[in-house]
């Protein structure tokens, strides 16, 4: 089975990542990612797990970096990460865990968050991505989401100023799978109308829309 067109080009390094210079900056100020967590937020299609996973790939390589959604992070599931944290892996020898839709952190797991974010070793990384609006909803539902983010690097991505950048960048990606037969005009109006979401936007794509 092919990777649909969202997996097959996501970036995998920094130098890559399109529309989000001041976010890729803010990555790169802050280093080595180990003992570290980040919280990711912006529009959804804008880069919030491409980043993720280019962080935990700084330190750890594919088979170690776990991923789940933040209703899923029980307070069951943060102690056998926290156990499972203790021993370096192989390869890199990092370990990496990617916990998105964090706004479906539950108050016991927030909770519990804002203890182990204080003893992450320094070869872990935990990197919590979620949408504004999941973001607001969190902080007014539950105290402790606020101090949660303040323990962890904020990243906030921009969803302004990207049409023109991801219909160029799309149009590319439409030309190479033989699957573009519109002008860049077209793209920029897909973007706009996919809300500058670029994962809907190469699967419209992969539908076939951009052909003649």
């Known amino acids: 089975m092919s990777l649909p067109l969202y997996e097959k080009y996501r970036p995998s390094k920094l130098s890559e990542v399109v529309g989000q210079p001041k976010a890729v900056k803010q990555i790169e100020s802050v280093g080595d990612p180990g003992g570290k967590s980040y919280w990711i937020s912006g529009a959804s299609g804008t880069g919030k797990t491409t980043l993720a996973k280019i962080i935990g790939a700084l330190i750890a390589d594919d088979f170690f970096v776990s991923t789940t959604v933040g209703r899923a992070f029980t307070v069951k599931a943060i102690k056998e990460t926290v156990q499972d944290w203790q021993l370096s892996a192989w390869g890199k ?27 992450i070793p320094a070869h872990v990384v935990v990197i919590f991505t979620t949408t504004k609006e999941g973001q607001a909803e969190l902080f ?40 573009d037969g519109q002008p860049i005009a077209a793209y920029i109006k897909l973007a706009q109308k996919c809300k500058n979401n670029m994962r809907a936007m190469l699967q419209a794509v992969a539908a076939g829309v951009m052909k003649i």
């Open 93 to 119: 020898g990092g370990r990496a865990y990617i916990i998105n839709e964090s706004h479906g952190l539950s108050a016991p797991s927030i909770e519990l968050l804002l203890d182990v974010l204080e003893m």
């Open 140 to 179: 007014e539902d539950h105290i402790d989401a606020s101090p949660l983010c303040s323990r962890c690097f904020d990243i906030a991505l921009t969803n302004q100023g990207l049409a023109k950048l991801f219909a160029a960048h799309v149009q590319g990606i439409a030309q190479l799978e033989g699957l």
